[in-house]
C-alpha cells in the first residue's frame, strides 16, 4: 500500500490549525496534526513544498522508515519546525494502520495500561476569589486535578488568566491575539515570588489537602528564583511545578532540584529526545511536558517515554487547543498505553473546532478515553474547514517594568 497524496490544510476554526492529509493507493486517508502556535505557516511551507513530495510512493506502513528518513536523513534536523512537520506525517501513517488494521492506534501500541488518562484542566482568575470560582466550576464539570494560574497585584494582563468566571461559566482563554504583531505585557518577579505562597495557602484552607494542584511558571525565574518558588510551595504539596527556569540550559535544573523536593515538569518547548538527555539521565525533572504534535509524533514520543521511564520520570503532556484534536487524540492513545503515564492535559476545544474535527474521545469522572475507532478516531469536515479562514495570531512578549524583554 503506496502512499498517493499528502495534502496541507489550514483552516483556523477559532484557533489556527494545520493538518495534514495522507491518502494511500487504496484510499484510506490519514490525518496528522501540523500546528505550530504563531508560525503555523511555516509548518504548511515544510511540508507542502519539502516534505510532501518525498512522501508519495513511499509504504505507507513503514512508519518507522518514514521517520528516521524524514529525521536521519535530513541534513537539517530537528528544531520545532522539522519536528513538528516529522510529528504530522508520523500521526497520519499511525491512523492509517489502525484503520487498515481496524483497531485503534493505543491497540497497536500494546493495548491499555490503563482504563482512562487522568486529566488536569485550567483555572484562573484575577483574584484568590476569582480563582476559586473557576476551580469550582471545573470541579462540576468533573475533573479531579487543577492547574491554577492568578493574577499578581499591581501587574495588569498576566500569562494564563484568562477573563474572570461567574459560578456554572465554562473557561475559555485565548492566549495567541489575533494582531499583527504579539501583544506586550508587564512582568514584575519579585511581586509574583511574593504573592504565590499566599494563593496556594488559600486554595488549601478552601480546598483541603486532597485536590492534585499544579501551577506554571512559564519560564520566567532564574534558577534560584525558581528554587526560592519551590521551597515557599513545598508545604502545599503541588502535583507539580511547570517550567520554572527557561529549558534551553538543562544544566540549570541541577541548582533547581538541589534546593526543592517540589515535583518539577518541563519540556513543552523541547522537541526531541536530544533535548532530554541531561534532564532524563540526572533525573533533574519529574514529568515530561512536550506534545506528540511537537516532538516528532507517536513515535518521537513513545521513544522518549521509553528513557523516561528508565529513571521513574512521568508523562504529562503539553496538549492546550493550539494543538488540533488530531493532536489531542495522537496523545490520549499514547496516554492509555504508557507504563509510565503521569497525568494530561485537556483544554476543551471550541463547538466550532468541534464541528470542523469530528472526535471520538471522550472525558468522564475526571477521565479522558481516546475511544475504539479505528485509528486515531478524528476526521476533517472539508467543506466546513473551508469557511474558517487563516488569520495571524501570537503569543505575547513579556517586559520588564523597566522594559527589559523577558522570558515568556
Sequence with gaps: MRIERAEVLVTSPGRNFVTLRVTTSDGVVGLGDATLNGRELAVASYLRDHVAP????????????????LTRGAYWRRGPVTMTAVAAVDMA??????????VPVYQLLGGRSRR????????????????LTSIRNHL?????????????????????????????????????????????????????????????????????????????????????????????????????????????NPELLRRVRQQTTVPLAIGEVLTSIHDYRTLITEQLIDYVRSSPAHTGGITGVRRLMDLAGLYGIRSGFH??????PVGMAAALHLDVALPNFGIQEYMQHSATTLEVFRTSYT?????????????LGVELDDDLATRFEYTPAYLPVNRLRDGTLHDW
Excluded at 518525498?54 to 528518513?69: F, K, P, S
Excluded at 482512562?116 to 480563582?131: F, K, N
Excluded at 506554571?216 to 528554587?227: F, Q, V
Design 363 to 375: 472525558f468522564s469522572d475526571g477521565l479522558l478515553d481516546p475511544g475504539e475507532t479505528p485509528g
Design 116 to 131: 482512562g488518562a487522568l486529566a488536569y484542566c485550567h483555572a484562573s482568575g484575577s483574584t484568590v476569589d476569582a480563582l
Design 319 to 324: 496538549q492546550p487547543t493550539d494543538i488540533s
Design 140 to 248: 462540576e464539570l468533573g475533573f479531579r486535578a487543577v492547574r491554577v494560574q492568578t493574577g499578581v497585584p499591581g501587574l495588569g494582563k498576566v500569562y494564563g488568566v484568562g477573563t474572570d468566571q461567574r459560578a456554572g461559566e465554562r473557561y475559555d482563554y485565548e492566549p495567541a491575539g489575533r494582531t499583527a504583531r504579539p501583544v506586550e505585557e508587564e512582568w514584575d518577579t519579585a511581586a509574583y515570588l511574593r504573592h504565590i505562597p499566599h494563593v496556594f495557602e488559600r486554595l488549601r484552607e478552601e480546598l483541603g489537602p486532597e485536590l492534585p494542584l499544579l501551577h506554571d511558571a512559564h519560564h520566567r525565574l532564574s534558577p534560584n528564583e525558581a528554587a526560592q518558588l519551590g521551597r515557599s510551595l513545598e508545604p502545599f504539596r503541588l502535583f507539580w511545578l511547570e517550567d520554572c527556569t527557561p529549558a534551553d
Design 54 to 69: 518525498l512522501l508519495v510512493g513511499r509504504d505507507a506502513h513503514a512508519i518507522e522508515d518514514t521517520w528516521q528518513y
Design 93 to 102: 501513517l499511525w491512523d492509517i494502520k489502525g484503520k487498515v488494521t481496524g
